[in-house]
């Protein structure tokens, strides 16, 4: 089983990367989560969180939330597959314990990873 750290080869660091979603993403979201993705060209999923003022005032806020779903990225990016995502934040995620913000990431990856089997077989 290979580590399941969070490396810079995991995150989605340039504006090219996000471009590269943005251009034509396939959706799957949540209540307060949006994942845009798009399939890669490595061997493992990458990610970019966009967390924005109108979801948290605080940046000590929005670090919190960052540092929750890369945390719950990097137990589920072995189901994910050679795919970007960029993950978007909306406004009621401020109000969630770190409890219930983990478990929405956790079952919005297991919603992608369907999303992705399902465009691949087709």
Same mark, same amino acid.
């Given at each position: 089983?290979?580590?399941?750290? !969070? ?16 251009? /034509?993403?396939?959706?799957? %979201?949540? /209540? ?5 993705? @798009?399939?890669?060209? !490595?061997? @493992?999923?990458?990610? %970019? #969180? ?13 670090? @919190? #939330? ?6 719950? !990225?990097? @137990?589920?990016?072995?189901?994910? %597959?050679?795919? &970007? ?20 990431? &956790?079952?919005?990856? /297991? ?12």
């Amino acid at each position: 089983m290979p580590a399941a750290g !969070f490396s810079k080869q995991k995150r989605l660091v340039t504006q090219t990367d996000f471009q590269t979603v943005f251009a /034509k993403p396939n959706r799957t %979201g949540s /209540k307060n989560l949006l994942a845009l993705w @798009h399939v890669n060209i !490595f061997s @493992h999923a990458r990610i %970019g #969180i966009v967390t924005s003022k109108r979801v948290a005032k605080l940046a000590v806020t929005r670090n @919190h #939330i960052r540092r929750v779903l890369r945390e719950s !990225f990097r @137990h589920s990016q072995d189901n994910l %597959g050679a795919i &970007d995502i960029v993950l978007i934040t909306r406004q009621q995620c401020a109000s969630l314990s770190a409890i219930e913000l983990r478990k929405e990431a &956790d079952s919005l990856w /297991k919603r992608v990873s369907t999303s992705v089997k399902k465009s691949q077989s087709i």
